[in-house]
């Protein structure tokens, strides 16, 4: 069974520009969600989707953030603009009940902004 | 102040030595314990979870979880070079609609040989 999968594992972009980070989570798993960790901090909640649905988009910091989760399958991240604070590691997790017990991470998508 | 606290290390130990990683949290709401552990360049892999007070142990791992003091702690027995890696405490709260896991800051350990 293939885990959860990460596009791209690094990106490199300039300050102003836009970047869109994909997560396909494992089949059948309905709960998808984002955290974000910047250097030197913890772990962060950006949202939770349940199926296509925004269950908690709590801790996306700003509106330059864009999640999306078409027809209940993978998701994508748009930053834009990107400004220097968001370079960090993106992580998606999918789990198949509510219990985030059960959530399976994938390997994080390296974002750096320059 | 953090919702979590974890004391970052990082933590050297040789070969064969009991670890123990502890993390404080603040809101007695929270339900569910976890402790990840993430290699280098890889996502969080859950260890163990634990669900309000008390122990777990799976191999040579044992985590508890004191809610009266708000401790969370994680035990390696005869630590391996393989367990070198940062470990992260991580709580949830007790409603069945929230999925949000708050991390600590992960305490990175090496395991000398």
């Known amino acids: 069974e293939a885990g959860v999968t990460q596009f791209p594992s690094h990106s490199v972009i300039e300050k102003g520009q836009t970047v869109t980070l994909r997560c396909d989570p494992i089949?059948?798993?309905?709960?998808l969600y984002w955290y974000r960790r910047v250097m030197g901090k913890e772990i962060k909640f950006l949202l939770h989707?349940?199926?296509?649905?925004?269950?908690?988009e709590s801790g996306m910091p700003n509106n330059r953030f864009l999640a999306e989760r078409t027809g209940g399958t993978y998701s994508t991240l748009k930053v834009q603009p990107a400004e220097l604070e968001d370079s960090g590691v993106y992580f998606c997790?999918?789990?198949?009940?509510?219990?985030?017990?059960?959530?399976?991470f994938g390997q994080g998508t390296r974002l750096t902004v320059v | 102040q953090k919702e979590v606290e974890q004391d970052p290390g990082p933590l050297s130990v040789p070969e064969g030595a009991i670890v123990s990683l502890n993390c404080t949290y603040s809101?007695?709401?929270?339900?569910?314990f976890m402790w990840y552990r993430q290699y280098s360049r890889k996502g969080p892999e859950l260890l163990m979870y634990?669900?309000?007070?008390g122990n777990k142990e799976d191999g040579r791992f044992t985590a508890q979880v004191d809610k009266s003091s708000k401790y969370i702690s994680l035990f390696i027995r005869d630590s391996q070079p393989s367990d070198s890696a940062t470990y992260l405490c991580?709580?949830?709260?007790?409603?069945?609609?929230?999925?949000?896991?708050?991390f600590g800051q992960g305490t990175t350990l090496q395991v000398k040989p």
């Open positions: 089949s059948g798993h309905d709960n």
């Open positions: 989707f349940v199926k296509e649905s925004k269950q908690d």
């Open positions: 634990t669900y309000s007070s």
């Open positions: 809101n007695s709401a929270f339900q569910y």
């Open positions: 991580a709580v949830r709260g007790g409603s069945s609609n929230t999925g949000k896991l708050i």
């Open positions: 997790a999918s789990s198949q009940r509510w219990g985030v017990t059960e959530a399976f």
